[in-house]
C-alpha cells in the first residue's frame, strides 16, 4: 500500500505560466513533507520542504501547500522556466523514515 | 568533496555474482541511508545507519542484501547471488544530524544491470 501517492505520471505547461504538482499521503503521522527534484542520470535535489505546523513555505519560484485535512499537498512553480523541466518527488517523512512518491514529469515548453 | 559520492556509477553483473557499492556521504554526516530505485518509480527505503550502528534495515529485500558503516563514515552495499531483479539504481543519502525534519542530501546513485 502506498503511503505516498502522485497521480499524474506527466504534466506540460507553457513557458511563463504556474505549474502545480500534486501529492497524496495516508498516514497521519507523517510530520515534515518536501520536494525533489530530480534530472536524468543524477540523485534527487532538495527543492523546498513544509513542517506539518504550517501550511504554505515558499521559496523564489517555488511554493509548497499542505492540507492536512485532506492529506494533500502541491508544489508550484510561478514562473515556470524550460529549466524546471524535470521528474519531481514529493516525500513525506516520520522521524528518521523517508517515504517517496513516484514522481511527475514535468516538461516546460518553450 | 563536498556532496554524497558514490561509486561505481555503473555496474554490470552476470546473475549469481556478488557486488559491492560504495557511499562516501558528506563528512561529518551522522545520518546515513541506502534506497533502491526502480525505473519510473520512487526511491524506495532499504536501511539507515546513525555513526556505525544499523538502527533499521526492515527495507532489504532478502537476506542476499547486506550493508554496513564500519567507522560511521564510508558505507558499502553488497548484494550476493544477484538476481535479475536486483536491477535498479542504488541511492545513498545522508543527514548532518540523527534528527529529522530536514532535507537528506543525495549522491547520484550506482545503476546497476543484472544479465
Known amino acids: 500500500d502506498q503511503q505516498v501517492k502522485q497521480n499524474s505520471p506527466s504534466l506540460s505547461v507553457q513557458e511563463g505560466r504556474i505549474s502545480i504538482l500534486n501529492c497524496d499521503y495516508t498516514?497521519?503521522?507523517?510530520?515534515?513533507f518536501l520536494w525533489y527534484k530530480k534530472y536524468p542520470a543524477e540523485g534527487p535535489t532538495f527543492l523546498i520542504s513544509?513542517?506539518?505546523?504550517?501550511d504554505k513555505n515558499e521559496d523564489g519560484r517555488f511554493t509548497v501547500f499542505l492540507n492536512k485535512s485532506a492529506k494533500h499537498l502541491s508544489l508550484h512553480i510561478v514562473p515556470s522556466q524550460p529549466g524546471d523541466s524535470a521528474v519531481y518527488f514529493c516525500?513525506?517523512?516520520?522521524?528518521?523514515?523517508?517515504?517517496f512518491g513516484t514522481g511527475t514529469r514535468l516538461k516546460v515548453l518553450a | 568533496g563536498a556532496g554524497v559520492s558514490q561509486s561505481p556509477r555503473y555496474k554490470v553483473a552476470k546473475r549469481g555474482q556478488d557486488v559491492a557499492l560504495r557511499c562516501d556521504p558528506i563528512?561529518?554526516?551522522?545520518?546515513l541511508f541506502w534506497y533502491q530505485q526502480a525505473l519510473g518509480q520512487g526511491p524506495e527505503f532499504l536501511t539507515y545507519?546513525?555513526?556505525?550502528?544499523?538502527?533499521?534495515k526492515s527495507g532489504l529485500p532478502s537476506d542476499r542484501f547486506f550493508a554496513e558503516r564500519p567507522e560511521g563514515s564510508v558505507s558499502t552495499l553488497k548484494i550476493q547471488r544477484t538476481q535479475q531483479e536486483d536491477s535498479a539504481v542504488y541511492l545513498c543519502?545522508?543527514?548532518?544530524?540523527?534528527?529529522?525534519?530536514?532535507?537528506?542530501?543525495f549522491g547520484d546513485g550506482t545503476r546497476l544491470s543484472i544479465l
Open positions: 516525500a513525506a517523512s516520520a522521524a528518521y523514515k523517508y517515504i
Open positions: 563528512s561529518g554526516h551522522v545520518s
Open positions: 543519502a545522508s543527514l548532518v544530524s540523527a534528527e529529522g525534519n530536514q532535507p537528506q542530501h
Open positions: 545507519f546513525q555513526n556505525e550502528a544499523q538502527l533499521d
Open positions: 513544509i513542517s506539518s505546523i504550517k
Open positions: 498516514n497521519s503521522m507523517f510530520d515534515y
